[in-house]
């Protein structure tokens, strides 16, 4: 079975709020692909990933009928930070989300068959179209510097489609569909997120 489908998020409802448990149930199945890229290169991009999920379980934990919706947790921290939104969950879910981003933009940019032509077994004009539009500005030199090497480790486009595939021999073709299936819920969900930290002036733009 594909990765992709097996965690498959679940349609918004029409108020569209993410249910918590669900939402920490589908990501924490995402940093475990990173060890079938084969690259110790990816190891602090999953930490920073995992260590996000544990900190928004960490909340949800300690009151799962209060925190039953990712904005009731904004919403709460809101209140309890004077530091807010530079704080807890919300300085974590404020991460994680560049990071579901970067994979989206990834994901579709794949789907729509974008390549370079002269190398069209390389991802790296996807990845870095997702890494410009998700994720540079938010990184000084040092951290691009991290990506630049992310970059040159980033496997080919047919063993980043395997390993989507649960490294099982699929089509091309195939693997794409599940892409793009798996993206009809997904990006709804990410763009939800953003939504709710532009709304409740949430989001913040400095540099690491
Ligand atoms: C800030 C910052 N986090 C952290 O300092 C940086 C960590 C390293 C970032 C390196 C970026 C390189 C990305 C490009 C990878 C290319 C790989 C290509 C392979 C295909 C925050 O950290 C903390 O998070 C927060 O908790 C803390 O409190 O200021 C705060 C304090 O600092 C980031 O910039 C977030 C980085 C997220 C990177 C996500 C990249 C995902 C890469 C690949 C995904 C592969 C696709 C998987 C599909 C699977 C589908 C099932």
């Not at 448990?21 to 475990?32: I, R, W, Y």
């Not at 990816?42 to 995992?50: H, L, Q």
């Not at 300690?62 to 709460?76: F, Q, R, V």
């Not at 930070?81 to 579709?108: D, N």
Request: charged share 25%; hydrophobic share 40%.
């Amino acid at each position: 079975m594909s990765l992709l489908l097996d965690n498959q998020f679940k349609e918004l409802p029409p108020d569209k709020s993410i249910d918590t448990k669900l939402f920490l149930d589908t990501v924490s199945h995402l940093p475990s692909f990173f060890d079938c890229l084969g690259s110790k290169i990816f190891s602090p991009i999953k930490s920073d990933i995992s260590g996000n999920i544990t900190k928004i379980r960490g909340v949800y934990v300690k009151d799962p009928e209060k925190y039953a919706t990712l904005k009731s947790i904004l919403e709460a921290e809101r209140e309890e930070h004077a530091e807010w939104p530079k704080a807890g969950a919300t300085l974590a879910l404020m991460w994680l989300k560049r990071g579901l981003r970067f994979i989206q933009i990834l994901l579709q940019s794949l789907a729509d068959g974008e390549k370079d032509e002269n190398n069209p077994n390389l991802i790296k004009v996807n990845v870095t179209k997702a890494y410009e539009q998700a994720l540079k500005k938010y990184h000084r030199w040092m951290v691009q510097g991290i990506f630049s090497a992310a970059l040159v480790a980033a496997p080919y486009r047919s063993n980043f489609l395997k390993a989507l595939s649960k490294g099982e021999e699929v089509k091309e073709e195939d693997c794409l569909a599940n892409v793009r299936h798996f993206l009809v819920n997904y990006t709804p969900t990410v763009d939800a997120i953003y939504e709710m930290y532009t709304d409740m002036n949430a989001e913040l733009d400095y540099t690491v």
